[in-house]
């Protein structure tokens, strides 16, 4: 069984970001930039499935610039066995994706796909969700544990109010959550021997698809700011403050 | 045309998530009904009946409704969707698991945690764990959106809205539920408590998390929260994670004990009225948003709080 790993090329989870002062977006210039910390954990997760042998091949693919790339060779180097980079400088919504990743499945035929809950930056959570409605599949959103059996996963998702299990019939979609599993880091070698490995290059056009964006954005702007307050000398000034703000 | 909600429920009692989402929903100007999907939840549709300015309350009751797996509750709304040109759910785990699978399968681009309806076809929502806030027009001929429930207040009650049943596509079968681990509490939801006391990885385990947070949990009358570090150490469970990837909440009051204060945490209760940070480090970035800060241990900072409380 072939699995796929959809991967996004995001801010650093670590950077705060800066609004342009002329609301036109975020400002982009020398930020450092990164894979979707739930993409890793999707990558991790496949790779794990590939070592306990029961799947044959990892395949990362991301929809994006040519910097997507770089994302695309961070799944390599992590272990993941090919790379599929379908590029575009325009704004890709999520039912875009989702139509890209169809056309990219219609070829390469994946028992399962393992996508992140959510991209860190547009903070969407859909993708997952609507690759499996175009495709008639199975989903498993937010997954903290994942069981392969014959034909079929179990997986358990975090939901509010606690967790519960689910089975499904492959092919499939799951999309994880942060206790899924911790994502290994690529040593040197690794990322020396992931430069060699293939990565094939296609197009929304050759796949397609029309990702005109549903949605226009008007502006942007930074959120009303908070400043902070004031310290208080002990706990007993504390519950006096409160008390005073009528908050107790 | 009329706009479609889809009621947040456990079959038994409806979720105050629903109310919120009521009244994003009123917003955009149509008459609003209301969907209750479950097994035996005809008692949640008679709650939501109640709601004010609800025109109708559609319940679907069906065995293949029982634990709301996303493929039949996606597939009832397509088949209802005809007659809405909005249809809205909360933000909750169950509405984003379920509401992007009908988004596709209506071939429209989902409108992802709205804060503020702007005008029908219009609205904010944050982006960056909240350190932006995009303004975005939807141009599908249908909107799918799910609804931010911290920024927006519950509607009341007072309605009295007929109660309709409807019928329920035959599923597909790809997929069965096999079991739940919920946590009972007798403490209040942390999704719409009006104080939370939320603890992080300065606990250090499971067994002091308990013993320092829950006492002033207690006397606070509080909800319990954690940071992703106490959650992902299993110092708490799972859902009591607030942040840009768990749960965005607001409440009156918010007491962080041991939190940094990371990026991620704030998305999740930076829109709280007061914010309180006991933290050892004065320089922790938690200060930086804390209506009142107290540096000290948090081991002997709790117990004061507890008994100055007390009084
Ligand atoms: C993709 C992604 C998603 C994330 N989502 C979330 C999310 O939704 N929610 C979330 O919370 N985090 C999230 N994070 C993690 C976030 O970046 C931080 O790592 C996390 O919030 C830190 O938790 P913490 O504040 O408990 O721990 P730390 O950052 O380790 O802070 C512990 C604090 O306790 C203080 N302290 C230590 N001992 C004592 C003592 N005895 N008395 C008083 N104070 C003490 C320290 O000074 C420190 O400030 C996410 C990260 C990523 C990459």
Not at chain 2, 171 to 194: M, Q, V
């Amino acid at each position: 069984m072939k699995i796929l790993v959809p991967v996004k090329r995001v801010v650093d989870a670590n950077v705060k970001i800066r609004v342009k002062p002329d609301g036109t977006g975020i400002d982009f210039a020398n930020v450092k930039m990164a894979m979707n910390p739930f993409d890793e954990i999707s990558v991790e997760e496949a790779l794990r499935i590939k070592e306990a042998g029961l799947a044959t091949e990892v395949v990362v693919v991301s929809i994006g610039p040519d910097k997507a790339a770089e994302t695309l060779r961070t799944g390599l180097a992590m272990g993941a066995d090919r790379g599929i980079l379908v590029k575009t400088d325009a704004r890709i919504e999520p039912l875009a994706v989702a139509k890209l990743l169809k056309a990219v499945i219609a070829a390469e035929e994946p028992g399962l796909v393992i996508l992140g809950k959510q991209a860190i930056d547009d903070d969407s959570n859909q993708t997952g969700q609507m690759l499996a409605a175009l495709l008639g599949w199975p989903q498993a959103t937010f997954a903290s544990k994942i069981v392969l059996t014959d034909g079929g996963a179990t997986v358990s998702r975090e939901i509010d109010g606690g967790s519960e299990t689910i089975a499904l019939k492959l092919p499939a979609i799951v999309t994880t959550d942060l206790r899924l599993n911790e994502p290994r880091y690529a040593s040197l070698p690794n990322i020396m021997k992931a430069k060699k490995k293939p990565l094939d290059e296609t197009t929304p056009e050759a796949l397609g698809v029309d990702v005109t964006p549903r949605l226009t954005v008007l502006g942007t702007v930074e959120p009303a700011g908070r400043t902070g307050g004031i310290k208080v000398a002990s706990a007993a000034e504390l519950v006096a403050k409160l008390k005073e703000a009528g908050a107790i | 045309m009329t706009t479609l909600i889809i009621a947040e429920h456990d079959d038994h009692s409806l979720n105050e998530a629903t109310a919120k989402t009521l009244t994003a929903a009123k917003a955009l100007g149509a008459p609003v009904d209301i969907l209750v999907a479950g097994l035996h939840c005809r008692a949640v549709a008679e709650q939501a009946a109640q709601l004010d300015g609800v025109a109708k309350v559609l319940l679907a009751d069906d065995e293949e409704l029982a634990h709301r797996r996303a493929e039949p509750v996606a597939a009832l709304i397509v088949s209802l969707a005809d007659g809405y040109d909005a249809i809205v759910a909360p933000a909750t785990a169950s509405g984003k698991n379920v509401l992007p699978r009908v988004a596709a399968l209506l071939d429209v681009m989902q409108v992802s945690e709205i804060t503020k309806v702007i005008s029908p076809t219009v609205f904010e929502r944050p982006i960056y764990a909240g350190n932006a806030i995009e303004t975005v027009e939807s141009h599908d001929p249908k909107r799918v959106i799910t609804v931010r429930i911290a920024a927006f207040p519950a509607t009341g009650t007072g309605g009295n809205a007929p109660i309709e049943t409807v019928g329920v596509p035959t599923d597909t079968g790809l997929s069965s539920w096999i079991s739940a681990d919920l946590s009972t509490s007798d403490r209040p939801e942390l999704a719409g408590a009006r104080i939370v006391v939320s603890g992080g990885r300065a606990l250090g385990s499971a067994e002091k998390f308990n013993e320092v947070i829950a006492p002033l949990a207690d006397q606070l009358k509080a909800a319990i929260g954690a940071s992703r570090a106490a959650v992902d150490a299993g110092y708490a469970g799972n859902d009591l994670q607030v942040g840009q990837t768990g749960k965005v909440i607001a409440p009156d009051l918010y007491v962080a004990v041991g939190i940094s204060g990371a990026i991620q945490h704030l998305a999740g209760m930076k829109d709280s009225k007061i914010i309180v940070a006991i933290n050892k480090d004065p320089d922790a970035p938690i200060f930086q948003v804390a209506d009142y800060g107290l540096v000290d241990d948090l081991f002997s900072a709790v117990p004061a709080f507890i008994a100055a409380l007390k009084g």
